[in-house]
């Protein structure tokens, strides 16, 4: 059966000793065994963090990794070196690498199969933006991208595969899809993801819910029968409120 999961961005936030602080903070907290919780610092936090995590349940993820495996490639960083810090898990195809740094699907693409082969798992994300939503065009928006980031990818891939739909117009605006719209995509995703895969491999996915979840709303989100839990940008960076949510299921 899916997990449930709780994985917090940190994005472009957060210097190693603000992050360590940030992890002690949450390592005095305990969550269920029923429970997976995520922490996705910065590149240069990733060392640190896996060290202070040794000895938790709690996972790391990466926020990207490079779309070529190796070489001269100034200023990437390769999932081989993500999987040696001891992280688990990367995020991929995240809205704000798509609007501010042009990843397309065919460069997630790469990356899931690059993260993949280097023995990550790995958390796709997928959402519409604004105009997409008001012109009803949301899940065409996002069952295309699907397709395009799941190009070759093997049922057995799949095992290794968290989807996060993110509405574009969510993300840091205070303004949450309401639990019905939540649900409404997360199904959609799911059936995408059946007939392409078939009933037990959709089944078996986590499919995260992004967008200003908070301790306020979080319950109600993770309510909701194909809403496997949270991918969480500013509530992560405040320890109580990222443990509230995790404990919203
Ligand atoms: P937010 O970000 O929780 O700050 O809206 C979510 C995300 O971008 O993953």
Redesign the pocket.
Known sequence: MRKNIVAG?W?MNMTIPEGENLINEILKESISNQTILIVAPPYPNLVTTSLLLKNSKIKLAAQNCADKDKGAFTGEVSASMIKSTGAEYV?LG???RRAYYNETDQIINSKIKLALKAGLKTIV?CGEVLSERESNKHFDVVSKQLKGMFDGITPTDFENIII?Y?PVW????GKTATSDQAQEMHKFIRENIKSAYGNEIAENTSILY?????PSNAKELFNNADVDG???????LVAKEFIEIAKSF
């Open positions: 961005n994005k995020i995240h809205s704000e994300c996060a993110e969510a993300i840091g605006t992004g967008g200003s979840c908070k949270g991918l969480i940008g500013g509530a992560s």
